[in-house]
């Protein structure tokens, strides 16, 4: 029995001897797998390297360079005849503000909240005037009974039931013919 015992006992020892060097390759292996503690983690974050400024000074500059030379079609110069400028009372007591930009015929300044969008029309295949600003995602729409600016990239109204003088006087004179 004593024998058995002290064959157990070699091939124990044995056994943990070839599985040591494994055993210790494994746990060296699965250290060398942790990341170790990043160093940015502790440090303040870089300031925005210069590249990127360059990038979006160049971006700014191309869009506005686009806006710029943008031409208007002879069809987005008679759609702009029909455009309604000055202010148009909306719903909730708030107002857009619809000027032409002098000197660039076609051309629009749309105003609401505090923000000024420069748009050009857009031609539609139902009559109505659209005058779009695509950098900014955001279109004036005017039909005879009303107008409304709108937030196209997420197709959300952002104010509607506008109505210029012009408009009020038309929706006027077509529910006094109704009555009539």
């Given at each position: 029995?004593?024998?058995r015992?002290?064959?157990?006992s070699?091939?124990?020892?044995?056994?943990?001897a070839?599985?040591?060097?494994?055993?210790?390759?494994?746990?060296?292996?699965?250290?060398?797998?942790?990341?170790?503690?990043?160093?940015?983690e502790?440090?303040?974050?870089?300031?925005?390297?210069?590249?990127?400024?360059e990038?979006?000074?160049?971006?700014?500059?191309?869009?506005?360079a686009?806006e710029?030379?943008?031409?208007?079609?002879?069809?987005?110069?008679?759609?702009?005849?029909?455009?309604l400028?000055?202010?148009a009372d909306?719903?909730?007591?708030?107002?857009?503000?619809?000027?032409?930009?002098?000197?660039r015929p076609?051309?629009?300044?749309?105003?609401?909240?505090?923000?000024?969008?420069?748009?050009?029309p857009?031609?539609t295949t139902?009559?109505?005037?659209?005058?779009?600003?695509?950098?900014?995602?955001?279109?004036?729409l005017?039909?005879p009974?009303?107008?409304?600016?709108?937030?196209?990239?997420?197709?959300?109204?952002m104010?509607?039931?506008?109505?210029?003088a012009?408009?009020?006087a038309?929706?006027?004179?077509?529910?006094?013919?109704?009555?009539?």
């Amino acid at each position: 029995m004593k024998h058995r015992t002290t064959l157990l006992s070699m091939a124990a020892a044995a056994a943990f001897a070839v599985a040591s060097p494994m055993a210790l390759a494994q746990a060296a292996d699965t250290k060398a797998a942790k990341p170790a503690a990043k160093p940015a983690e502790t440090a303040k974050k870089a300031p925005v390297s210069q590249s990127r400024k360059e990038l979006k000074s160049e971006a700014k500059g191309l869009a506005l360079a686009t806006e710029t030379v943008e031409s208007i079609s002879q069809a987005q110069l008679d759609i702009a005849s029909r455009v309604l400028t000055g202010k148009a009372d909306c719903e909730f007591n708030q107002q857009v503000d619809v000027a032409p930009v002098e000197g660039r015929p076609g051309f629009f300044k749309v105003g609401y909240k505090g923000a000024s969008y420069t748009m050009v029309p857009q031609e539609t295949t139902t009559g109505a005037v659209r005058l779009e600003d695509r950098r900014a995602g955001v279109m004036w729409l005017q039909i005879p009974s009303k107008s409304m600016l709108m937030n196209s990239k997420i197709g959300q109204r952002m104010v509607d039931s506008c109505m210029h003088a012009e408009q009020r006087a038309a929706m006027n004179a077509v529910s006094g013919a109704r009555s009539n």
